[in-house]
Each structure stands twice: as C-alpha cells, then as structure tokens.
C-alpha cells in the first residue's frame, strides 16, 4: 500500500522543511529533514524528492535515503517517476512572464530509479512548458513562438527523443494539460477563464 507522504514547512522566518510518511490511520511513520525541497513525487515504493539541484530518493516504508543524484545544472522543478526511471524537469533560466509559457530553455533529465544514475538528458530550445505521464508515456508541451504555437512531444523513454504534434491556438491562449488523446487550450478574459479541448493536428 502507498503511504501518503507529503512535504511540509514549519518554523516561520527560519523555516524548516520535512517529508512526513503518514500511513492510512494517520500515524506518522518517519520524518526526513530537507534544505531546499523543489519537488516530490512517489512510485516503486519509493520517495523522490528534488532538493537543491539534487535529486534524492527515499524508501517508502522506512524513510532511509537511497542515493542522491545531481540533476543537471538547473536542478528540478518538477519530477515524475514510474517503477523504472524518475524525470526531473527544469527551466533553463527561470525567468517569468506575465502572459505566456516561462523560460527560453528547458531541460529534462532521466534518472534510473533504482540507482539514481543518468540515463539521458536533452535541452529543449524554445523552453517546454510541463511535462506529464499519462499510460506510460511520456509528454511534453512546446511553445515554438508567437507564430507557431505550441506542440506536444511523446518523448522516447528510453532515449529522450521526442515526435511532435502540433496544437491548433487562436491568439491569446495556452495549453493548459496534455494527456495521450487531446489537450486543453486556457484563454483569459478580464472577469472569466475558458478552457476548451483542442485538436490535434495530424
């Protein structure tokens, strides 16, 4: 059974950061003390967390530490994992914008689940945007500027090459989610926010 694990923050201005294990009746199991926790995510039996730019995995039932890893020069700000690998997702310069996908350049690395060693890693120019796992496939969402839009990826899990798809957008709107089948598009207004699925392009 999967225990629920969840990050916390406590201390006020000199804050603290924990992963507590919780198991289904609410007893807390094991606590793990972090520095700069970015990110979690559970599979395996196992707890990864980025921290820093590292990544750290834990095991589930005990909390001991199983290795850390590196996860390339941005760390990670989000990270999937299934039973084989764990993808560490990073913006290449973490800028921000108001209206639009952050970021000119991003980076995406593999990580063996079992041993925390690097299978791949690619930077993506333009920057994706998210990245998602949905059937055992690996997606991404691409911005290719103002005058091509966007483009989901199904990267290659083993290598980390990607095939694309092309988004249709009218002006203005942004892929919200991508799943295997279709994708979301969010357009803004002053007083709402629509969200309508999108086409795929062939």
Known sequence: MMHRVVLTCE?????????RCFDETGRELWSFRLAQPRAMTQAGGRVFVAEGNRVVALDEETGRPLWKTMAGPFGAETLLADREAVYAFA???HS???VGPRGTSGHLTALSALTGGRLWQHR???GLREISLAEDRLFAVQYQGAS???RRLEIDRRTGRGVSQWFELSNGAMVAVATPERAIAQSSSASTTRLRPLRLAR
């Open 11 to 19: 201390g006020g201005l000199r804050a603290r950061h924990f992963l």
């Open 91 to 93: 913006l290449g310069d």
């Open 148 to 150: 091509h839009g966007y």
């Open 124 to 126: 993506f120019v333009p």
């Open 96 to 98: 921000t914008m108001a």
